[in-house]
Nanobody, 127 residues
Framework: QVRLVESGGGLVQAGGSLRLSCAASGQPFSSVGMGWFRQTPGKEREFVAAISWSGGSISYADYADSVKGRFTISKDNARNTWYLQMNSLKPEDTAVYYC?????????????????WGQGTQVTVSS
């Protein structure tokens, strides 16, 4: 099992930036699918971004149209921590953000494909 611990959420003004962290621990996999999702009250969990990680680097990345060009996934291998850099934030980005991992395979946009989830971190963007 992979344990994911998120941090980095908070309150930011529109146009600002935040970086979310997702620290992973547990059995390592040489290849994983990693994703970020978000959820607001009364709505389903929404896809934000996903990457395929293989051979120590990102081999494929996919971003929702709503965040493309503003959000970027990266990883610090030494810390075994994933990041979601969020720039040019908008009030509609306000949500609880979750990181998730699918062991050994790319997870894609379907949240049901992921095996392990972080606890979520609140991001609030004020106008």
């Amino acid at each position: 099992q992979v344990r994911l611990v998120e941090s980095g959420g908070g309150l930011v003004q529109a146009g600002g930036s935040l970086r979310l962290s997702c620290a992973a621990s547990g059995q390592p996999f040489s290849s994983v699918g990693m994703g970020w999702f978000r959820q607001t009250p009364g709505k389903e969990r929404e896809f934000v971004a996903a990457i395929s990680w293989s051979g120590g680097s990102i081999s494929y990345a996919d971003y929702a149209d709503s965040v493309k060009g503003r959000f970027t996934i990266s990883k610090d291998n030494a810390r075994n921590t994933w990041y979601l850099q969020m720039n040019s934030l908008k009030p509609e980005d306000t949500a609880v953000y979750y990181c998730a991992v699918r062991r050994a395979y790319y997870g894609g946009r379907n949240s049901a494909a992921y095996d392990d989830w972080g606890q979520g971190t609140q991001v609030t963007v004020s106008s």
